[in-house]
């Protein structure tokens, strides 16, 4: 009896270890998982949620496993400069599916490389939201990109600082540029932030090329110093190492939801107001076009786009702590939620808004950063003694002429434009005036604080 009990032991493993051998005998195909390569600047929360929501909603939708792949070489126009070379080096497809983050700016120029690949939603889906808003697109008419959340760009500040310390309220972008707050401002650099950019891009639109330079170098000198990404701005001001910042909204609100209304304070200027999209888009040559494709379904859905407005604590909210505190391109979501959102409703945003051009934003988009970097950045400080000089100096008409000196810059918008669309795409041009333009810094710079004496 054992050992027929034995044998029947010895013929259960034998048929185990058979199933075994045939199961690895299969076609490796069996066990395939999809996938999806995503470039992005998103901070982790957005991917962690955004990846982990879309793996179980494509095994409801389609009964297959996916594992998304998320990829960052360092803040958006990084991305963008990663994105541009390796399309440039190899035009069919460069390996990866989806773009997600940046402004609408970067998305314009990556189009008009022909470097997308166009996908149309379903009807259902794009009856639930708009083209236009304020004259700005919330997705590309011929559906190459989609706006995935709403960014608005102010400025953030520690209110109970700014009282301790008796400093002005601040509404307006001008408002930036007074001496008072000379080492009390933060910002980021244009060149590593796209955030950055659009504020700066925003301002030099609302007030117009010469007058926007004058400020910008006047809230340069006033800036503490230059950080790679915006992402840092918001805990400095929280901190109490800047008391205002320049800031992209989410980070505000997300500072807000941490430490209170009542200790940090969001404005978006009045004399500024832009809501921007801040897109997605399928790559050319997507490796997964159909997983892509349906990322990109998902990001757009009611339930994806729930993540971005509630609370961690929601039962439909997102997981990571704190939330992820944007804003939906949705726009009866806002009604739907109620007070369950976390972010004001950009569709209804007070006052009126700037009509922002994408296309202008777009086409100088690097001569913009270059003049920016050049002029405030690399010659900081420079900038700040003679910001300093100008601000000891007690007679008004010496004190005018070395801000008139101070503010000048080495090109009109007519020649930047012009640039832009060609000479700027000559590297041994752009190296050229990037030293012309240092050497006009030092000068003027330095012309400034002697008239300032």
Not at 179 to 190: N, R, V, Y
Not at 219 to 240: E, Q, Y
């Amino acid at each position: 009896m054992s050992s027929l009990k034995r044998l029947g032991r010895c013929g259960v493993h034998l048929v185990t270890w058979a199933i075994v051998l045939c199961l690895l005998a299969l076609p490796t195909v069996l066990f395939a998982q999809d996938e999806l390569i995503i470039i992005s600047p998103h901070p982790e929360g957005i991917e962690t949620e955004f990846g982990d929501n879309f793996e179980k909603w494509y095994r409801e939708q389609t009964g297959r496993t996916v594992k998304t792949d998320w990829r960052d070489v360092g803040g958006t126009s990084s991305n963008y400069r990663f994105i541009e070379s390796e399309f440039k080096r190899v035009p069919t497809g460069i390996g990866v599916d989806i773009f997600f983050g940046g402004g609408t700016d970067n998305y314009l120029r990556l189009s008009n490389n022909g470097w997308l690949h166009a996908y149309k939603l379903p009807e259902a889906q794009l009856m639930q939201m708009t083209q236009l808003f304020q004259g700005i697109p919330l997705y590309d008419a011929e559906y190459q990109w989609y706006g995935a959340a709403l960014s608005s760009f102010g400025i953030m500040y520690n209110e109970e600082l700014r009282e301790m310390l008796n400093l002005p309220k601040v509404s307006a972008w001008q408002d930036l540029g007074g001496m008072e707050l000379l080492g009390k401002i933060g910002a980021a650099d244009p060149r590593e932030s796209g955030s950055a950019h659009m504020v700066y891009e925003i301002i030099l639109q609302t007030l117009g090329w010469e007058e926007g330079f004058a400020l910008l170098t006047k809230i340069g000198g006033n800036v503490r110093g230059f950080s790679a990404g915006a992402n840092a701005i918001p805990t400095d001001v929280v901190a109490g190492q800047v008391i205002y910042g320049l800031a992209i909204d989410f980070y505000a609100y997300g500072q807000i939801a941490v430490v209170g209304a009542d200790k940090i304070k969001y404005v978006v200027p009045a004399d500024g107001a832009v809501v921007n999209a801040d897109p997605i888009a399928i790559l050319k040559g997507a490796p997964n076009l159909p997983v892509a494709q349906k990322f990109l379904e998902f990001v757009l859905s009611e339930d994806a786009q729930k993540l971005w407005m509630l609370r961690d604590t929601d039962p439909e909210g997102p997981k990571w702590k704190g939330g992820l505190n944007r804003a939906s391109v949705l726009p009866s979501l806002y009604e739907k939620l109620g007070e369950r959102g976390t972010v004001p409703n950009p569709f209804t945003m007070e006052g009126t808004p700037f009509q922002y051009n994408s296309d202008k934003g777009s086409e100088r988009w690097d001569i913009v950063n270059e003049l920016f970097g050049v002029l405030i950045i690399d010659s900081h400080k420079d900038l700040v003694n003679a910001w300093k000089a100008i601000r000891k100096c007690k007679d008004p008409t010496k004190r005018d002429a070395a801000i008139s000196v101070l503010t000048k810059i080495p090109v009109t918008e007519e020649e930047a434009m012009k640039m832009a669309e060609t000479d700027w795409k000559n590297p041994k041009i752009r190296n050229e005036k990037r030293k012309e333009w240092g050497q006009f810094a030092k000068e003027k710079f330095k012309e400034a604080r002697n008239l300032a004496k």
